[in-house]
Each structure stands twice: as structure tokens, then as C-alpha cells.
């Protein structure tokens, strides 16, 4: 996952635990979280 970290200069990895292939609908409000933080820092 940070292969490729030196190509985007505002790159910024989030890992969310327990996270599955349905990450917003099983954890809708970490991923909002994760949004909001993004838009508005």
C-alpha cells in the first residue's frame, strides 16, 4: 500500500480493522468519519 505513496504528494492511508469488501455499509460510520475528515480537515 505504499508503493505508490510517492506519486500522490497528499496521500494519506487510512486502515480501517475488521474491514471487509462492504466497508461502507459494515461500518457506515467510520467510513463517514473518514469522509468528513477528508473534505473538512
Avoid at 506519486?7 to 467510513?31: R, S, Y
Amino acid at each position: 500500500k505504499q508503493d505508490f505513496a510517492h506519486l500522490f504528494g497528499a496521500l494519506n492511508i487510512v486502515t480501517v480493522k475488521n474491514a471487509g469488501h462492504w466497508l461502507h455499509q459494515e461500518q457506515t460510520e467510520t467510513v463517514l468519519s473518514i469522509i468528513r475528515r477528508f473534505i473538512a480537515p
